[in-house]
T-cell receptor
Framework: DAKTTQPPSMDCAEGRAANLPCNHSTISGNEYVYWYRQIHSQGPQYIIHGLKNNETNEMASLIITEDRKSSTLILPHATLRDTAVYYCIVRGTDSWGKFQFGAGTQVVVTP | ETGVTQSPTHLIKTRGQQVTLRCSSQSGHNTVSWYQQALGQGPQFIFQYYREEENGRGNFPPRFSGLQFPNYSSELNVNALELDDSALYLC???????????FGQGTRLTVV
């Protein structure tokens, strides 16, 4: 599976949009982009995933560039409860069970 | 609420002992994966079970083993515990044909 690169940390003001970048320049055609987050000492929580089209759900939006080499997770209105480590993961359909987590981005939402 | 339950939540063991961690998944979730998360790091894939057979393994020694049962529960067994085995152990389940994996809250294992 392709590796991902994320900034180690970022701050966001409460109520503002948080834009989390992820680079996955070696992604191949059958690999999906997944985002999970982990609030301190809890299990990772699924946020969203996509292949090539932009996706939106009740939690976030995922914007994937046309060449699929990078993506951005958007939390539209950050709250204090969104403080967590956010993981961007690329996974192929031949390795459904294996998520290769990196170090993620520590997001701190401040009042 | 993910429907994935792990037990116990915390555990302390002595070096050299054996430990069994348990995971209960939702009905219909035929795939279960186990991860080890050391402090300050992302989770690392240990292995995956599908319909009671191991079908994928990460870079972990054979003393890490597992079982999956027909009732959607599973176990992670670790023999000859070492101090470096201290970590949060996570299980994740996925239903057949599903694309999302749902994680439990983890078991915090401390080896002293």
């Amino acid at each position: 599976d392709a590796k991902t690169t994320q900034p180690p940390s970022m701050d966001c003001a409460e109520g503002r949009a948080a834009n989390l970048p992820c680079n996955h320049s070696t992604i191949s055609g059958n690999e999906y982009v997944y985002w999970y987050r982990q609030i301190h000492s809890q299990g990772p929580q699924y946020i969203i995933h996509g292949l090539k089209n932009n996706e939106t759900n009740e939690m976030a939006s995922l914007i994937i560039t046309e060449d699929r080499k990078s993506s951005t997770l958007i939390l539209p209105h950050a709250t204090l409860r969104d403080t967590a480590v956010y993981y961007c993961i690329v996974r192929g359909t031949d390795s459904w069970g294996k998520f290769q987590f990196g170090a993620g981005t520590q997001v701190v939402v401040t009042p | 609420e993910t429907g994935v339950t792990q037990s116990p939540t915390h555990l302390i063991k002595t070096r050299g002992q054996q430990v069994t961690l348990r995971c209960s998944s939702q009905s219909g979730h035929n795939t279960v994966s186990w991860y080890q998360q050391a402090l300050g790091q992302g989770p690392q894939f240990i292995f995956q079970y599908y319909r009671e057979e191991e079908n994928g393994r990460g870079n972990f020694p054979p003393r890490f083993s597992g079982l999956q049962f027909p009732n959607y529960s599973s176990e992670l067994n670790v023999n000859a515990l070492e101090l470096d085995d201290s970590a949060l152990y996570l299980c994740a389940s996925r239903r057949t044909g599903g694309t999302e994996a749902f994680f439990g809250q983890g078991t915090r294992l401390t080896v002293v």
